[in-house]
Antibody, heavy 118, light 107 residues
Framework: EVQLVESGGGLVQPGGSLRLSCAAS????????MSWVRQAPGKGLEWVSG????????YYAASVKGQFTISRDNSKNTVYLQMNSLRAEDTAVYYC???????????WGQGTLVTVSP | EIVLTQSPATLSLSPGERATLSCRAS??????LAWYQQKPAQAPRLLIY???NRATGIPARFSGSGSGTDFTLTISSLEPEDFAVYYC?????????FGPGTKVDIK
């Protein structure tokens, strides 16, 4: 059974940093790209970042480029999202998702809430 | 950047009725379109990929159609557990993008 478990969310002040983690199991992690998708309270889904299976290629939404860094450790079956210079508009539930086919998302974690507030 | 529009914003139906949800792209996405279902306080779930292929474990009452710029998700007969928000998503061009969603609620 595929499982994705996010952690690392919480309350952070504007300008602060957080690192999210997503531990994967139930599939050959090193064979799949992974992504982060966020959802602001009461809003829709926004793709944030992606990383290739080997970690050699990374992708970012324009809204977070230069601010967030995605990485992965295939020996630990874990993908990370380092978030710096956080702003109120980064407040959201952050989901990690397994990439399938032509960049669709076939499995999702339960999400971790990031709240940016003084 | 491709923009996806979903209609209607809200669809009020009764269990057993047929639901037809629309997703329109600002330019052709070929068949690179997926549909997701999201229930309150839950993660999204992939329903349909490549416009018309059901994902693993998805009941046959869910079907997708379309290509180019116009796509449809059809739920042939609504079950109580189908009342949720539905999002379309394209990956024809970078970055991947989601539509704003259609909420299917109980009439």
């Amino acid at each position: 059974e595929v499982q994705l478990v996010e952690s690392g969310g919480g309350l952070v002040q504007p300008g602060g940093s957080l690192r999210l983690s997503c531990a994967a199991s139930g599939f050959t992690f090193s064979s799949y790209g992974m992504s982060w998708v966020r959802q602001a309270p009461g809003k829709g889904l926004e793709w944030v970042s992606g990383i290739s299976d080997g970690g050699g290629s990374t992708y970012y939404a324009a809204s977070v480029k230069g601010q967030f860094t995605i990485s992965r450790d295939n020996s630990k079956n874990t993908v990370y999202l380092q978030m710096n210079s956080l702003r109120a508009e980064d407040t959201a539930v952050y989901y990690c998702a397994k990439v399938a086919g032509a960049y669709f998302f076939d499995y999702w974690g339960q999400g971790t809430l990031v709240t940016v507030s003084p | 950047e491709i923009v996806l529009t979903q209609s209607p914003a809200t669809l009020s139906l009764s269990p057993g009725e047929r639901a037809t949800l629309s997703c329109r792209a600002s330019q052709s996405v070929s068949s690179f379109l997926a549909w997701y279902q999201q229930k309150p306080a839950q993660a999204p779930r992939l329903l349909i990929y490549d416009a018309s292929n059901r994902a693993t474990g998805i009941p046959a009452r869910f079907s997708g159609s379309g290509s180019g710029t116009d796509f449809t998700l059809t739920i042939s007969s609504l079950e109580p557990e189908d009342f949720a928000v539905y999002y379309c998503q394209q990956r024809s061009t970078w970055p991947p993008a989601f539509g704003p969603g259609t909420k299917v609620d109980i009439k």
